[in-house]
Every structure is written in C-alpha cells, then in structure tokens.
Nanobody, 118 residues
C-alpha cells in the first residue's frame, strides 16, 4: 500500500486544517488507518485511528474533542480534521495503515508538516 499525505501548512493558534491521506491499494477498505505525528526532538506519537468500516475511532487524549478522523473508502482516502489548533500540535503528521489482525502499522506515508504559530 502506498500512502500519500497532504494538507499540512502554517496556521495560527485556534485555526483549522484538514489532512488527507490517499491510498493506492484497491483493498484500502480492509485496512485500519491511523494518523501519527512527530515533533522536533520528540518520538513519534499516536494521534488517531479508524476501523475499516469507519464505525470505530480512537484518539490520543491530547487531541480528543479537537480532531476528527474519518474515511471515504470509495475514494481510498482517510482524513484528519484538526480544529482549535495549538502550538503543541506542531509536528510532521504521518498516515499509516495496518491489517486489522496486526497490532503494528505496516505501511507509512511520507508525512506532511503542520505548523501552528502563536
């Protein structure tokens, strides 16, 4: 599976961005999709994930109530709507995919930079 993330950019505190991740695989709908981020000098951390059907989502505590993950299986795309952005949300954001029976993510996109200015 090849993943292409896009939608990052520079935004002010309190602003919004929507990230997209397009997958090349026709069987996209069978994968659990996730978003991760890595800030400078920090380890990569989990942000959000969504089940293959979209019926189950989970979020890191730091983004609950502000970020929403969704997917459109007809377009082979997963989204991350980010609202009320904070400076600490600044990071490179990566989308990832895994088979539902796997614990670890098998496929990773190239990352898109999100910068929140105060």
């Amino acid at each position: 599976v090849q993943l292409q993330a896009s939608g990052g950019g520079l935004v002010q505190v309190g602003g919004s961005l929507r990230l997209s991740c397009a997958a090349s695989e026709r069987t996209f709908s069978s994968y659990v999709m996730g978003w991760f981020r890595q800030a400078p000098g920090k380890e990569r951390e989990f942000v959000a994930a969504i089940s293959w059907s979209g019926s189950i989502t989970n979020y890191a505590d730091s983004v609950k109530g502000r970020f929403t993950i969704s997917r459109d299986n007809a377009k082979n795309t997963v989204y991350l709507q980010m609202n009320s952005l904070k400076p600490e949300d600044t990071a490179v954001y990566y989308c990832a995919a895994r088979i539902a029976t796997n614990r670890d993510y098998n496929y990773w996109g190239q990352g898109t930079q999100v910068t929140v200015s105060s």
